[in-house]
Nanobody, 125 residues
Framework: QVQLVESGGGLVQAGGSLRLSCGAT????????MGWFRQAPGKEREVVAAISRSGINTYYEDSVQGRFTISRDNAKNTVYLQMNSLKPEDTAVYYCAADRATTLGSKGLQSPDYWGQGIQVTVSS
């Protein structure tokens, strides 16, 4: 029902910034909590950030707290992840996700129902 497409990834030097966008087609994303996950080689996929339907409540993984900001524009059907002060350990494939749960869980999304295809972010030192 919901198709998610990430954009804005690429190669950046340590200390730089990138802004990821997740555009959605289908039902308005106002129905869903939204989030970003990432997966580095040899590691499990982990939640990076999440945002509630209204945008009032957010969650951040400890390692990105203070550096990354998740936001949403429901009118544009788009979710963003602003990434500042990037570090080589941020290198991963980043995925956008949507969750039908009405509230965020204690560790981000409850259980994502839809996923984007993923986009590469590489931070060089």
């Amino acid at each position: 029902q919901v198709q998610l497409v990430e954009s804005g990834g690429g190669l950046v030097q340590a200390g730089g910034s990138l802004r990821l966008s997740c555009g959605a087609t289908g039902p308005t994303i106002s129905r869903y909590s939204m989030g970003w996950f990432r997966q580095a080689p040899g590691k499990e996929r982990e939640v990076v950030a999440a945002i509630s339907r209204s945008g009032i409540n957010t969650y951040y993984e400890d390692s990105v707290q203070g550096r990354f900001t998740i936001s949403r524009d429901n009118a544009k059907n788009t979710v963003y992840l602003q990434m500042n002060s990037l570090k080589p350990e941020d290198t991963a494939v980043y995925y956008c996700a949507a969750d039908r749960a009405t509230t965020l869980g204690s560790k981000g999304l409850q259980s994502p129902d839809y996923w984007g295809q993923g986009i590469q972010v590489t931070v060089s030192s």
